[in-house]
């Protein structure tokens, strides 16, 4: 909702939208952001079969078929993990808008299914435009404009450490928590196993499984590829892309909510979850990375070490910056588009309903004891999922902001308004069904 840090000024320009003819290069998009990265793990030209002599459109568009299609095999396929009971479904499920299928604030996993995550799942639809972590983003810099730095910025993950798709298959897969492979070449060899690994080797060349570094880099590129597929990961079918399209009417409840989404002495949802106008589809998202002072979850395992602190962005997952305390608490924003389906929110899943996470916003510093514990002095402990020396990082502009007793930005039939527009981002309306809004 708000803007990202109190230092930094507020966007003013869209961040992200996609244009509707981008959805038509999809499968330009992933060659090309393959190509962008080139890791040491990255497969070579030279290590796919050879395409005709000359350029065939039919076998371009059968070979991203066939891997999207490998890759989905994949992502369905429990054998793929140390217990074989856990497949990248099994947390991001596809009934559940490739989201989790519970409300659990973190899932189990490991190599017996005893192990609890430390960060709650996030859906894996909507990422297909999240630009490659940035310490400074600056959104004029390529026209001499460096007065607007707008700070970390991007990356996969809660903590944005992976550049692309294919760096974010790897944790699952080999995290002790989640898949527990021992290591790259333990996947190998149950890709090697699996029904279709001929498929593997008609992509990839006869030979890919005798060199365990290239295999395991088309493993997790033929998942990356199905994560990329347009119909199943950004199929821009809510009734807010039917009203851009002008196929529907947002009701007089959806549009006022709408106006509090955008309103800066509102809701201000819309300085992180950027939208745009009628020629643009928005992802609601500015990938920016912001600390919310989000209340310490209990439920969390690791929770019960009072030691124990999740700071996002300084660690303890990502190692790269933790000398940096301004970053300690900062996570990154998530795409709003189907918001009102999940039932855990947040990297540690402190909250279960879309209203408690508004209520959260508009009334964290007017109603802190609401959210927060009392330390023993009978004071509250606010923001106490994180130390005391990192709280002054947390966000302070509209909704937050205010002291205690103030009104709230929002009341409570303003934050149903507000609801009823979040959930005109859910994907898969049809507009013969609807009435509401005719």
Known sequence: MPS????????????????????????LYVLLNAQAHGDASALAPEDYPPPPATY??????????DLSALGKQMFLDPSLSASGKQSCATCHSPAHDYGPPNDLAVQLGGADMTHHGRRAVPSLKYLQT?????????????????????????????????PTGRDQARIPLLDPDEMANTDPAAVVAKVKAAPYADTVRKLYGGHIFDDPAKAFAAITEALEDFEHTPAEFFPFTSKFDAFVLGKAKLTPQETHGMMLFSSAD??????????????????????GLIAL????????????????YDMGLCGPQRKDLSDHPEYCGLFRSPSLRNVATRTVFFHN??????RQVIEFYVQRDTNPEKWYPKKPDGTIDKFDDLPVRYRENVNMDPPFGGKPGDKPALDEAEIDDLIAFLQTLTDGYKPEDDTAGR
């Open 293 to 308: 002072g989000v209340p310490r979850n209990p439920d969390i395992p690791a929770n019960a070490d009072p030691a124990y």
């Open 56 to 65: 065939d459109r039919a076998y371009a568009k059968q070979r991203a078929v």
């Open 349 to 354: 899943g402190a909250f279960h309903s879309l």
């Open 4 to 27: 990202r840090t109190p230092l930094r000024p507020r966007r003013t320009r869209l961040a992200a939208a996609l244009s509707i003819g981008v959805l038509a290069a999809a499968g």
């Open 266 to 287: 509102k809701g201000n949802c819309s300085s992180c979850h950027t939208f745009s106008g009628p020629k643009t589809l928005p992802v609601f998202n500015d990938f």
């Open 130 to 162: 999240v630009p490659a972590f940035i310490e400074h983003y600056v959104p004029g810099e390529d026209e001499g404009d460096d007065s607007t730095d707008q700070g970390p910025t991007g990356g996969l993950t809660w903590d944005g450490r992976s």
